[in-house]
């Protein structure tokens, strides 16, 4: 009883912290410096004495400053005026050096005078013609006043252009026109520097864009066009003062192996049975749903483990806030499980580990905590930052601490947002409904989205005729971190597409017509997946630098080996990069990873999901299964020794001295040859060599021998030939024969 009272009395260096109003980092070194080694992470906890001390340790340094305080307003302006006058000071001493300049005038310009400083003289041109002037127009050259005296302007110098903006899509002709340089120039350059074939028209990838600017010493900001509709067509203002934000509620999304209990977990915070139907209905349209404890809320992403996630985070719309990673005790770290974590560290996003399923009898804590370890989730009371919770769905334990420490970690992250500002947040999905037409659910991440406000998404358009929460209940009204279903779009959005409140519809209209409008230049140029059979094609057009593989096999080992190999097969033209590797079979999840990053997936003694086999076709994700390991690092070597420029080399085949020239009317000249060396073949490639210099370079337009065609012709032996499209033929010229062999590449490791 003693020691639980004392675990009670433990305070946790959080609340330390808000107490002394401090940082926890702050804190924890400190705590470092009196040698309290264990304390690394803000849920950490000191018993009394400890705490005590620390707080000695902070008011006996009341005159220490422990956040550095940001430089005041009034110095900083201070500081820029004085430097601005600096500025100007050097300014007007260079202008003082610069003498006017009368018209007319000769002006001798020193050597020493600095480039810049140079001025031309300049002649100013007679007007052809003299406007009639009226009886009471006064010439103030003839009547100019005596004190008056004419300002010469002073000579401008135009700065070089360092940084230019432009928005995609970028053309040659574009960025010829923002730079101001030739757009010959620029197509000359991408071919001779970068081999890539361009036009005026074509549109250039955006690191190539990157890479010219930075050649031509010009910055180059790509902008997007979304950012710039969103700044201008807000109803009002968006406010970021610190004074109007307000606490969000955190977006969590659960990930994890298949039948770890994810659903289940969902199931006890909801306090309902979704595999019974009580909601299962409206849940599965609404995708998200709130969960309210001590007072604040939890938004969960009600997704089928990370699919949707990788979905949405393939198009750029990661809402995620925080990721609970569920494992099994029983089963451990599963194929599936790492195929999560990477995820959820691809998306830069805080990991919480539920150890699921402790009730059971098989259930080992310790082997998943080593598990997780290996995969640099290292728990907190081993040192490491990640919190881990052991949970139960059936006997509900741990759920009340795994809401606590999610609450715990968007305290950490500081979610805000301002209700006053106008809505703008993220469809979650889409579909079309008999009885409501087009129907998107939504999460607003800021402002507040109110009935009848005008909606302007991605493609679509509309206006939120009718709103409803998760439970199926219409609100008139939703704040940031809420989920509601809005009816009336134009059309069925993309699941992904960020929406925002514009001020008026025939506005919102043409944004989404303008949009639709820029699909159709991209289309252009359509993205399309890469194959082994459309590689090359694709390097050739400076568009693959790397060939990017999913990696699925039977076993560990066989991954690893797998892996290797293909690694090895990289070059300095192309490079192979394992995106992902795991074992088991081959999943949508596979599949979606697949079409986000453009990757192939290859697989070693495993299948293909029926559900991913058709979403591959979908999506025109390339699946290659093979069964014996040189099968597929020989395929893909081929592929790439494919993809590689064949090298030329010139063959000489003989020479044939010309002793006679026979001029026949019906055909022209032909030459009477013996052939001295090698031999002479009628499909071969002649020059014709006069006095050692090449006169013509064509070929034959027949070979005989006496009145017979003939294909070849060996040395010792006489023959009659003609040379297509030339007749300058002399006695004494020496036609000499050769092809072009092209040699296959091979790749050099």
């Known amino acids: 009883m003693l020691q639980l009272g004392v675990e009670m009395e433990k305070i946790r260096i959080s609340s330390l912290a808000k107490e002394l109003g401090v940082k926890s980092v702050l804190l924890i070194e400190k705590c470092h410096e009196k040698g309290l080694t264990h304390i690394n992470h803000h849920a950490n906890t000191l018993i009394p004495e400890q705490a005590e001390m620390i707080k000695k340790l902070f008011q006996s340094s009341k005159k220490t400053t422990l956040i550095k305080e940001e430089p005041k307003v009034k110095d900083v302006v201070v500081k820029q005026a004085v430097e601005q006058k600096k500025d100007d000071t050097v300014i007007s001493q260079a202008n003082k050096a610069v003498k006017p300049i009368h018209p007319g005038k000769v002006v001798r310009i020193h050597k020493d005078v600095p480039q810049q400083q140079r001025v031309m003289k300049v002649t100013p ?53 923002k730079l101001g340089i030739r757009a010959n120039d620029i197509i000359t350059k991408l071919l001779l520097e970068h081999n890539v074939r361009a036009t005026i028209n074509q549109i250039l990838n955006e690191d190539i864009v990157q890479l010219l600017g930075v050649e031509y010493g010009i910055e180059i900001e790509i902008k997007k066009r979304e950012a710039q509709e969103e700044n201008a067509f807000i109803i009002e203002q968006v406010s970021t003062k610190a004074e109007d934000m307000v606490y969000r509620a955190p977006i969590v999304t659960f990930m994890g192996h298949v039948d770890h209990g994810k659903t289940s977990l969902l199931d006890s915070i909801r306090q309902t049975n979704v595999a019974a139907g009580e909601v299962g209905g409206i849940t599965q349209h609404i995708g998200a749903y709130k969960v309210e404890t001590n007072g604040k809320h939890v938004v969960f992403l009600d997704t089928p483990g990370h699919e949707a996630f990788t979905s949405m985070r393939a198009r750029g719309a990661n809402i995620t806030d925080v990721v609970v990673l569920v494992v099994a005790a029983d089963d451990g770290v599963m194929p599936q499980t790492e195929e999560a974590l990477n995820h959820a560290k691809a998306a830069n996003v ?22 997780l370890a290996s995969l640099e989730l290292i728990p907190e009371d081993w040192g490491g930052k990640t919190q881990f919770v052991e949970t139960s769905a059936v006997t509900k334990k741990g759920i009340d601490t795994l809401l606590e420490r999610l609450l715990l970690e968007s305290e950490i992250l500081e979610l805000k947002a301002n209700p006053n500002n106008p809505a703008r947040g993220v469809v979650l999905e889409a579909h079309l409904s008999e009885g409501r037409g087009v129907v998107a659910n939504v999460l607003i991440q800021d402002g507040t989205l109110h009935q009848g406000d005008i909606i302007l998404c991605g493609r679509t358009f509309g206006r939120a005729r009718l709103m409803t929460n998760d439970r199926g209940v219409e609100v008139k009204e939703a704040g940031p971190s809420t989920p509601v279903s809005v009816s009336d779009f134009s059309e069925v959005p993309e699941a992904g597409d960020k929406f925002y409140i514009v001020s008026d519809i025939q506005k919102a209209r043409e944004i989404a017509q303008e949009r639709q409008k820029k699909e159709r230049e991209f289309s252009l140029s359509k993205h399309q997946h890469v194959t082994l059979d459309s590689l090359y094609s694709k390097i050739a057009e400076g568009k693959v ?115 006679q020239v026979y001029n026949i009317s019906k055909y022209g000249n032909v030459a009477g040859c013996y052939v001295k060396t090698g031999k002479i073949t009628r499909n071969s490639s002649v020059r014709l060599i006069r006095n050692n ?23 010792g032996f006489e023959c009659g030939l003609k040379i297509a499209n030339y007749s300058d033929i002399k006695v004494g010229d020496i036609v000499e024969a050769y092809e072009i062999q092209k040699t296959a590449r091979t790749l050099t490791v």
């Open 350 to 371: 805080p990991i919480v580990v539920a150890l699921n399923k402790v009730d059971k009898p098989g259930a080992n804590t310790l082997r998943v905590r080593q598990q």
């Open 125 to 177: 041109t007679k007007p052809y013609w003299k406007k009639k002037r009226t009886p009471n127009f006064v010439s103030h050259r003839r009547h100019g006043h005596l004190g008056a005296t004419t300002e010469t302007k002073k000579p401008i110098i135009k700065d070089k252009q360092t940084k230019v903006v432009m928005e995609p899509p970028i053309t040659v002709k574009d960025l010829s026109s």
């Open 545 to 659: 630098k790397e060939i990017k593989v999913i990696l699925k096999a039977d076993y560990k080992g066989s991954v690893e080996v797998l892996k290797k190999a293909l690694e090895e097969l990289s070059t300095p033209e192309v490079k192979v990069k394992i995106l992902h590797c795991a074992v088991g079979g081959i999943t949508e999840s596979d599949v979606l990873l697949a079409d986000a990053s453009d990757a192939i997936i290859i697989g070693f003694y495993v299948t293909t999901e029926d559900k991913a086999r058709i979403l591959a076709e979908e999506k025109g994700v390339e699946v290659r299964l093979y069964k014996i390991i040189y099968d597929a690092t020989n395929e893909i070597k081929a592929a790439m020794e494919g993809m590689l420029e064949p090298e030329s080399k010139e063959v000489v085949l003989g020479q044939v001295e010309i002793r």
């Open 693 to 715: 210099i090449i006169i013509y370079d064509g070929k034959l337009e027949s070979l005989k021998i006496v009145k017979d065609d003939v294909k070849e012709v060996r040395a």
